[in-house]
């Protein structure tokens, strides 16, 4: 690092998955969906000194994987057994930090990008790390989460069914400030986004935490920080026609990609 940086983005990458084996080393138009994710994610940041990003790997072949494409990046190797993607980013932030002792006083923010999304749009990336940028020390100690999310309706090639369960949807206030995060349709609701942003102490205070009811019902974490009573701050976002938040879930969403990356090849 030549500057020390003020912001974390880390890049969390389970290999073991159920409906899509070895899901994150599978190809996009050749280019396998994690250096997909993490290629955008340093796109955005590559000329940004105020921001660090990592990978979060679970498999010496991922790590393999994504040193090959990227040789300066750091990746992080995390014991395969953590129950989330978040107890792998606080892992990973904490091995870095133990790595990097001086960058702990600098830091304001660490930002999730869930590794499933090849195509995350850079704009709503570089809005989530400036919450943290310009944001106070007050400020962020009133609302220390922030998270993405995008309006309805979806349509064309970006189509999402509102029932379906894939889709989470979140329901803010007047300060955009989160109220409710569900996977069933509830009214008034905006789309999700799988990118989170925490202060290191609440990441901290959310991972030593156990999971709570209502957060086992919908299947959903940050039902966990609500229940805690952190505050998450809601960032509208939106996408390129050659960008997409959609996460790979499914075979389905995978047959997606393949088209959207034939189709905006020449973007990508």
Request: charge should be negative; hydrophobic fraction near 40%.
């Amino acid at each position: 690092m030549t500057k020390t940086p003020k912001v974390l983005v880390v890049v969390p990458l389970r290999l073991a998955s159920v409906r899509v084996p070895q899901k994150i080393l599978q190809p996009i138009h050749k280019t396998p969906l994690a250096v997909r994710t993490v290629g955008r994610v340093l796109q955005a940041f590559e000329n940004n000194t105020e921001v660090a990003v990592l990978a979060a790997v679970d498999s010496p072949l991922t790590k393999e994987v994504l040193q090959k494409n990227f040789p300066t990046l750091e990746v992080m190797l995390t014991d395969a057994e953590l129950p989330s993607g978040t107890d792998r980013v606080f892992a990973a932030s904490s091995l870095f930090l133990k790595k990097h002792p001086e960058v702990k006083n600098q830091l304001k923010g660490i930002i999730n990008v869930q590794g499933d999304m090849p195509f995350v749009g850079t704009e709503g990336l570089k809005s989530i790390v400036n919450y943290y940028l310009d944001s106070s020390d007050a400020q962020l100690k009133a609302v220390p989460m922030a998270t993405l999310a995008e309006s309805w309706p979806f349509e064309g090639e970006n189509a999402l069914d509102y029932e379906s369960p894939s889709a989470v949807k979140v329901l803010s206030d007047h300060n955009e400030i989160a109220i409710y995060f569900s996977r069933h349709p509830i009214p008034c609701a905006d789309l999700h986004i799988g990118v989170y942003g925490y202060t290191f102490s609440t990441l901290n205070e959310i991972c030593g935490s156990a999971p709570v009811p209502l957060e086992l019902e919908e299947r959903l974490e940050q039902l966990r920080e609500l229940w805690l009573g952190i505050k998450i701050r809601v960032l509208p976002t939106t996408c390129e026609s050659h960008d997409s938040n959609r996460g790979m879930d499914t075979p389905e969403d995978m047959q997606w990609a393949e088209r959207f990356a034939n189709k905006h090849k020449d973007s990508l």
